[in-house]
T-cell receptor, first 112, second 114 residues
Framework: QQQVKQSPQSLIVQKGGISIINCAYENTAFDYFPWYQQFPGKGPALLIAIRPDVSEKKEGRFTISFNKSAKQFSLHIMDSQPGDSATYFCAASKNGGFKTIFGAGTRLFVKA | NAGVMQNPRHLVRRRGQEARLRCSPMKGHSHVYWYRQLPEEGLKFMVYLQKENIIDESGMPKERFSAEFPKEGPSILRIQQVVRGDSAAYFC????????????FGPGTRLTVT
């Protein structure tokens, strides 16, 4: 019940295309859903986050879509660029957020 | 405004030795978290600390691992008698009070046990 399942494991997208990464959760008590971006040799960086009372949040080229009834959420990267090539992690937390549960990660490669 | 700092960045230990990993949170942050990342895997929560208090250590192995966040100085993750399976990247994160939703991660310490 504490798991967050993420897919795909890896993704190759052409420059200018849309990258889509999906996550699913079981525990309906989760109330905060962040996405993190991690470059090789670096720590994860908070990219964008959403709460379950909204269905979509957009920040620049990054959009989270949230489907509460299906217990799924996804990250869309519009106009993908080679600089977006990184590993992306979805996550979920509750009760103040201290025990964040991470998905297994998606390795994105954007071809120039 | 300096981010979360971790040192050392790389640590090599022989089996049976002790590893000490340090984490200095961002200025103004009083909550510290430690996570472990195995190759090709996501991050696994280990422990959550506030100054002089361990709030939740449910993700810490019962033996050989300990963590502290003293009143003065950095948070320390200590691994005694390391084994090959301890080889991983260990990340520290911090967040400002009053809650822990927005966590800011350090660059990590990559521990290699030979």
């Amino acid at each position: 019940q504490q798991q967050v399942k993420q897919s795909p494991q890896s993704l190759i997208v052409q420059k200018g295309g849309i990258s889509i990464i999906n996550c699913a959760y079981e525990n309906t008590a989760f109330d905060y859903f962040p996405w993190y971006q991690q470059f090789p040799g670096k720590g994860p960086a908070l990219l964008i986050a959403i709460r379950p009372d909204v269905s979509e949040k957009k920040e620049g080229r990054f959009t989270i879509s949230f489907n509460k009834s299906a217990k799924q959420f996804s990250l869309h990267i519009m106009d993908s660029q080679p600089g977006d090539s990184a590993t992306y992690f979805c996550a979920a937390s509750k009760n103040g957020g201290f025990k964040t549960i991470f998905g297994a990660g998606t390795r994105l490669f954007v071809k120039a | 405004n300096a981010g979360v700092m971790q040192n050392p960045r790389h640590l090599v230990r022989r089996r049976g030795q002790e590893a000490r990993l340090r984490c200095s949170p961002m200025k103004g942050h009083s909550h510290v978290y430690w996570y472990r990342q195995l190759p090709e895997e996501g991050l696994k929560f280990m422990v959550y600390l506030q100054k002089e208090n361990i709030i939740d250590e449910s993700g810490m192995p019962k033996e050989r691992f300990s963590a502290e966040f003293p009143k003065e100085g950095p948070s320390i993750l200590r691994i005694q008698q390391v084994v090959r399976g301890d080889s991983a990247a260990y990340f520290c994160a911090s967040s400002p009070p009053p809650n822990s939703y927005e966590q800011y991660f350090g660059p990590g310490t990559r521990l290699t046990v030979t």
